[in-house]
């Protein structure tokens, strides 16, 4: 995604980013003549791996959809607790203004990716999840270009802006933590009684 963002600057957002987007809806081959960094990044995310088990992933969703209201809860406490205790995370939230003036925005931006991506076929090629995951990335990219050069930025104390364990934190907050949180006051997940059936 970082070769995406210096493409899209060097030829211009207003040439790029639709083609992009088009390619997050559609698929690669639906952009005619796409550029190089585009069809690489594609056909790598659009080549799903021999050991992704959608019947998993299937029941994963739907354990998270009976979490309700409690795993709402969950996201609203657990960030707070966690991940905003990571200083390079901190840093880089002060950096774009996400920390002190769009906190909300950015929770709410946060708990609607969770709900995608957790949503019936969510992650499946074209489906809400994951095209706001290849969004997310994205911008993920570009406020990684902004916020590394910027001259106070200390790599040596905060690492990467938004690297691995920042987004692995994301996801302890967005997806696990909830989970544990509806088990932790009572939710019982029991093992499915039928095969959810191939879409």
């Given amino acids: 995604m970082d070769r995406i963002v210096e493409w899209m600057v060097a030829t211009g957002a207003a040439q790029a980013r639709p083609l992009f987007d088009r390619a997050v809806r559609e698929g690669i081959d639906s952009v005619p003549d796409a550029p190089a960094p585009l069809r690489e990044l594609f056909t790598a995310i659009e080549a799903t791996p021999d050991w992704v088990d959608w019947e998993q992933i299937e029941r ?81 990219a570009f406020v990684r270009r902004h916020v590394a050069a910027m001259p106070d930025w200390d790599a040596r104390e905060w690492g990467l802006p938004v690297n691995q364990t920042d987004m692995a934190a994301t996801l302890l907050g967005a997806l696990i933590a909830p989970a544990a949180g509806a088990i932790g006051v009572g939710q019982i997940y029991s093992r499915p009684t039928s095969t959810p059936s191939p879409t």
């Avoid at 209201?69 to 966690?82: D, E, I, K, Q, Y």
């Avoid at 390079?88 to 931006?109: H, I, M, P, V, Y």
């Fill in 60 to 140: 994963g969703q739907h354990a998270m959809q009976a979490a309700g209201s409690t795993a709402s809860t969950s996201r609203g406490t657990s960030p707070l607790l966690g991940g905003y205790l990571f200083s390079g995370f901190n840093q880089t939230l002060l950096r774009t203004g996400a920390l002190e003036k769009k906190s909300n925005s950015a929770f709410a931006e946060t708990f609607q990716w969770a709900l995608d991506i957790t949503a019936d076929d969510g992650l499946r090629r074209g489906g809400v999840g994951y095209q706001a995951t290849l969004r997310v990335r994205l911008v993920h």
